[in-house]
């Protein structure tokens, strides 16, 4: 899913979970469990550590997937064209186990820019990315890439909206994968300045992604140091 350009306030937690329940083409299930604990570092930069609990088709059982560590800094509030900007390198490391369909094995390291705009009351995020991985490509793509646009507003009171599309653009080697392309939708709520949910569907429009559910929430924690 997008993210969006803005960092955390220095000195501040944020905590952004959910569950996912994916059901595949050939009808086998997953759900995951992804989770971004993001710290604020200074005005322009914060700290992400991203991980998840992942019940691959045919394992029958959550195992922690691989953890991965990034630093969002914000370049500029507003570029021509670009607007809100922010860039986003990350490495993951092979943490998760790869017998569960947890983890792939593999040490990635990835770059994710991020394009945010405000169109009077609606939020636009445009995010395109690239991963490089380590390892002989049988588990895993050597690169892949992966775009999202992204919008969504208010609804009525504490009611919003949000809606994506994005995709998965053709992998080469021996688990390369045709491109998918997958639209999501639904709505959120915001319970508290510092708490929001939202939930929606995921369907696909090109290639086979899985079709899913999902529903989970942002929670901003409060100042953790100064």
């Known amino acids: 899913m997008a993210t969006h350009a803005g960092t955390i306030a220095p000195g501040y937690l944020e905590i952004e979970t959910g569950g996912e329940w994916d059901r595949f083409p050939d009808r086998s299930r997953g759900f995951l469990i992804p989770t971004v604990f993001k710290f604020g570092l200074t005005p322009h930069a ?6 998840a609990a992942v019940d691959a ?17 914000r370049l500029a509030d507003d570029m021509p064209l670009l607007g809100r900007f922010a860039v986003l390198p990350s ?4 943490t998760g186990s790869t017998t ?11 770059l994710l820019l991020i394009s945010s705009h405000d169109i009077g009351p609606v939020a636009l995020d445009i995010n395109a990315g690239y991963t490089w991985r ?25 009611l ?9 653009p053709r992998t080469t080697g021996s688990a390369g994968q045709a491109s998918t392309v997958a639209a999501l939708f639904g ?12 939930a929606g569907v995921i369907t696909p429009i090109a290639g086979s992604p899985p079709r899913a559910v999902y529903a989970g929430g942002v929670w901003n924690v409060g100042r953790v140091y100064r």
């Open 160 to 168: 919003g909206w949000v809606a994506e599309v994005f995709g998965y």
């Open 91 to 94: 490495i993951k490391l092979p």
């Open 134 to 158: 380590s390892g002989d490509g049988s588990a895993a793509p050597h690169d892949a890439t992966v775009w999202t646009i992204s919008t969504g507003g208010p609804a009525a009171g504490p």
């Open 187 to 198: 709505p959120t709520l915001s319970v508290r300045t510092w708490l929001a949910l939202d």
């Open 46 to 51: 914060q700290l992400s550590v991203f991980t």
């Open 57 to 73: 088709p045919g394992a029958g059982s959550l195992s922690l997937g691989d953890l991965a560590v990034g630093a969002k800094w």
């Open 100 to 110: 569960s369909g947890a983890g792939t094995g593999t040490t990635d390291v990835g």
